[in-house]
């Protein structure tokens, strides 16, 4: 059985009692025989172990290192996993709790209180008092970005630099002349302001985001009054291009950085981002070390099958799993309901109510001249309500299950 409570371990010590509980129900229990292999040179290994009982030894180019109960395995690799280059065996019979990567990763989102007592936390001099040792990403699909990218603001300033001699040549001609009209320096700074007003409204609507394992993108839809996100996994990317016209961009640095994908619409463009080139460049390093991910948990996962199957050695055994009411512990038959944003339904609203205010306060104003009763205002009103009542349903009806 589990321990009834989280064993104490400085990485925990800013969690309350009810984070503590639920880390404990969202863990595995696990244990093995003396000469039991947790793990091979290759495999994945993306998982956390707390060790209860026994002894842990993994023989690594520095040396061996041992675990003993109380003892993490693992706090290391879960900000930037790679597989594994030295093998972890049980040196006596052992006993632990583990949690794998996308478990925790799924509970630090659940909450930030969670996330936040568990980030690092370090002393004067630098030496980790509780937490990880560094802050781990968020999981894919959580709807959120573990970096953020906007477009590049250097063009405020390209554009600010000529703005400027316009206005000072504007200025001068103007008081040369009896002609030109005096405030004639003001049309560069209005012509500026717009632009600028303009560019930065298009820049706060566009997000992009590079994560430990997708690429993603959020931009609203003017047209549609909607903000449209595309999460492309790396390991689906084909390739990576990057896309600089004209001599402006590259005096800047800046352009646009194509990721080709195998979806059905083919590409995600990040529009107008500082170098393109080294993103570019963290992009294809990201998807080198994922296809090796990739290609390790497979091997895990067909060597553990092999073993279930009695085929292997001494092998550990897992005694108890995920308690109800985690992440996993969740039935498929009661899934996950969404629906669409409510900037969606914003969308689709707004028209039908403008149209049914507009004759309200069309015969408000002319109601003292021609005598009209409030029945006509109900009548001219009644359409486009009820249209905005279909419009709701359809917001309402239209749900989404996993």
């Known amino acids: 059985m589990k321990p009834e409570n989280l064993p104490d371990h400085p990485v925990f010590f800013r969690l309350s009692d009810s984070g503590r509980n639920r880390l404990l129900q969202s863990s595995e229990l696990w244990e093995a025989a003396a000469g039991a292999c947790l793990f091979y040179p290759g495999d994945s290994g993306e998982e956390l172990i707390l060790l209860l009982d026994g002894r842990l030894e ?20 879960l900000a930037a996993p790679s597989p594994l280059d030295s093998s972890l065996i049980a040196v006596e019979d052992s006993r632990w709790i583990s949690w794998p990567r996308e478990a925790l990763l ?14 690092p936390l370090t002393d004067s001099n630098g030496r980790l008092l509780s937490g990880f040792p560094d802050l781990l990403p968020l999981p894919a699909g959580s709807g959120k970005m573990s970096r953020r990218i906007r477009p590049s603001l250097r063009p405020v300033l390209a554009g600010l630099i000529p703005a400027v001699l316009i206005t000072g040549l504007l200025f001068t001609a103007s008081l040369s002349s009896e002609i ?16 600028l007003l303009v560019f930065l409204i298009k820049r706060l609507t566009r997000e992009y985001g590079v994560e430990t394992d997708a690429v993603t993108s959020r931009t609203f839809d003017w047209g549609h009054f909607t903000v449209e996100s595309r999460h492309v996994p790396i390991d689906r990317i084909q390739g990576v291009e990057t896309e600089k016209n004209g001599v402006l961009r590259h005096i800047l640095r800046m352009g646009n950085l194509i990721v080709k994908t195998s979806a059905l619409d083919g590409v995600l463009i990040l529009q107008g981002v500082n170098n393109p080139e080294a993103l570019r460049s963290k992009i294809l390093d990201i998807q ?19 073993e279930g199957s009695g085929l292997g050695a001494v092998v550990p055994l897992r005694i108890e799993g995920p308690g109800p009411g985690t992440v996993k512990g969740k039935s498929r038959e009661e899934g996950m309901q969404f629906r669409k944003s409510s900037a969606v339904l914003l ?19 002319l109601s003292e001249l021609l005598s009209i009763s409030g029945i006509y205002i109900i009548t001219l009103s009644l359409i486009p309500l009820l249209w905005a009542l279909y419009r709701f349903e359809d917001w309402r009806n239209d749900s989404y299950q996993v």
Not at 107 to 119: D, E, G, I, M, Y
Not at 180 to 195: D, E, I, K, Q, T
Not at 347 to 365: A, D, H
Request: with cysteine.
């Open 106 to 119: 799924t509970f630090l989102t659940s909450s930030s209180t969670f996330r936040k007592a568990l980030t």
């Open 58 to 77: 993994s023989d690594t180019p520095g040396g061996v290192k041992c675990w003993l109960p109380g003892d993490l395995w693992g706090e290391n690799r």
């Open 180 to 195: 030109l009209p005096r405030m004639l320096y003001l049309v560069s700074p209005a012509v500026y302001a717009g632009w």
């Open 347 to 365: 969308g689709r609203l707004i028209l039908p109510l403008l149209i049914s205010f507009i004759p309200i306060l069309g015969v408000r104003m």
């Open 288 to 306: 080198k070390s994922e296809s090796r991910r990739v290609k390790g948990r497979e091997r895990e996962d067909l060597r553990r099958s092999l």
